[in-house]
C-alpha cells in the first residue's frame, strides 16, 4: 500500500512524544493552521460573521458524520443517508403543508411535521440493517440500493420538483426565524442583542450584525453531545467498537451483533433525519436532492476525523473537527477566488492524508508496543 512505501522512521523517532502527539492531533493542527492561512490571505475570512457562516454550512455534514461514524466504526458503509435527507425534508415539508393548510395551527403542525420526517427515515435504515446484519449483505451494496430507492421515493413525493414555494406563509416564517435565527446577535457600535436583530437598524450597521449562537449550531452541538456520549459513556458505545474491532469475539462475548448492526444503521438514518429537518429550517424548502453532495463530505469528515476505515476506532468529536476543516476549506477557497472544481480535488487530497495518517498511527502504536 502506499503507506508502506515511504522509508520507515527509526524506532526512537517513531516513540518520541512529539511526533505521536503530531500523529494523533493533526487534524486539530491542519484546521488550526487553514484558519491562520485563509485569515492572512483571504479579504474578511477572519470575521465573525464569517466563522458564523462557516458553523450553520458545516451542521449538515456534522449531522450525517455523526451517524456514519458509528457505522464507519463497525466497519460498515452508509451510502443511503444521501437521499435520507432529502426523504426527511420532503416528508416534514408536506406534512406541515397539508396539516396547516387543513385548518391545523402552526406549531403543532411543525411539531408533527418533523416527527413524522424523523419516523419515516427510520425505514430504510432499519432495512439497511437487516441486510447487513442478519442477510449478510455487505454494507457498501445494501445502501447503495437502498440509496437508489430512497431516492426514488422522494422524488415520487415530490413529482421531482421541491416543496417549497407550497408551504403557507405563516408556517415558511416560523421556519426561517428558527433557520436563519440566533439565540444571540452581535451589533457593531450597540453590543449584544437576544433572540432577534432589531428592525430598526440603519443599513451601515446591518451589513455588520453577527450571529453569535445560530440556532442551527445549537441543535447540531446538542446532538453532537448526546450521540457522543452514547458512544464513548455507555454500552452501546462499547458494543460499537468491539463489533468493529473483531466482529467474532464480540460474538463470543455474549453481543447481539444481529441486533446491534440493525440499530447502528438506524441510528444513521435517523442523524441524517435530524440534517434534513434541519435543511427544511434553513432553507424553508423540502428538496429531495438535500444530501446527495454532502455524502462524500460526510465520509471525508470521519476518515479525517480519524475514524479508521478498518473498523474499531473513532470520535464523534473528530468527525465534527473533519466537517469544520471542509467547511473552512469551501469558504476560504471561496473568499479567494479560486474554482469551485478544486474544492473536490483538495478534499480529496486530504482524505487521502487522513488516510495515511490513519495507517501512520497504527505503525506507531506496534513499534511502541514492539519497545
Do not use: C
Request: net charge positive; charged share 10%; glycine share 12%.
Amino acid at each position: 500500500m502506499a503507506a508502506t512505501t515511504a522509508p520507515a522512521p527509526s524506532r526512537s523517532a517513531a516513540t518520541s512524544p512529539i511526533v505521536d502527539f503530531v500523529a494523533r492531533a493533526w487534524a486539530y493542527l491542519f484546521l488550526l493552521g487553514m484558519v491562520i492561512f485563509f485569515s492572512l490571505t483571504g479579504p474578511g475570512f477572519f470575521s465573525v460573521q464569517n466563522f458564523s457562516n462557516i458553523l450553520v454550512t458545516s451542521t449538515l455534514v456534522a449531522l450525517m458524520a455523526i451517524g456514519q461514524t458509528y457505522v464507519v466504526i463497525t466497519s460498515g458503509i452508509d451510502l443511503s443517508i444521501a437521499w435520507t435527507v432529502g426523504l426527511a425534508a420532503v416528508v416534514s415539508a408536506r406534512t406541515m403543508r397539508d396539516l396547516n393548510n387543513g385548518g391545523m395551527p402552526v406549531a403543532p403542525a411543525m411539531a408533527i411535521g418533523v416527527l413524522v420526517g424523523l419516523v419515516v427515515v427510520l425505514i430504510p435504515g432499519f432495512i439497511n440493517g437487516l441486510l447487513i446484519g442478519r442477510v449478510k449483505i455487505p454494507p457498501f451494496i445494501a445502501t447503495l440500493g437502498m440509496y437508489g430507492i430512497v431516492r426514488g421515493v422522494a422524488f415520487l413525493l415530490t413529482d421531482g420538483q421541491q416543496v417549497v414555494g407550497q408551504l403557507p406563509d405563516a408556517v415558511r416564517d416560523v421556519l426561517r426565524a428558527i433557520g436563519s435565527g440566533s439565540l444571540v446577535y452581535w451589533i457593531p457600535e450597540q453590543g449584544i442583542a437576544w433572540f432577534a436583530r432589531p428592525d430598526d437598524l440603519p443599513p451601515a450597521i446591518i451589513r455588520g450584525v453577527a450571529p453569535l449562537l445560530p440556532y442551527p449550531v445549537i441543535i447540531t452541538a446538542v446532538v453532537v453531545v448526546i450521540f457522543a456520549f452514547i458512544l464513548g459513556r455507555t454500552q452501546f458505545g462499547r458494543h460499537t467498537y468491539a463489533i468493529g474491532g473483531n466482529e467474532d469475539a464480540a460474538m463470543r462475548a455474549g453481543i447481539n451483533v444481529k441486533n446491534h448492526i440493525v440499530w447502528i444503521y438506524v441510528l444513521s438514518s435517523f442523524t441524517a433525519g435530524i440534517a434534513g429537518v434541519l435543511y427544511l429550517f434553513r432553507f424553508t424548502s423540502g428538496a429531495p436532492q438535500a444530501g446527495e453532495a454532502a455524502l462524500l463530505q460526510s465520509v471525508a469528515a470521519v476518515v479525517i476525523g480519524g475514524t479508521s476505515l478498518f473498523g474499531g476506532e473513532g470520535k464523534i468529536s473528530g468527525a465534527v473537527i473533519g466537517a469544520l476543516i471542509i467547511g473552512v476549506l469551501q469558504t476560504g477557497l471561496v473568499i479567494l477566488n479560486v474554482d469551485a472544481v478544486w474544492q473536490f480535488i483538495v478534499v480529496g487530497i486530504v482524505i487521502i492524508v487522513a488516510v495515511l495518517v490513519n495507517q501512520l498511527q497504527a505503525y506507531l502504536e506496534r513499534l511502541k508496543a514492539n519497545a
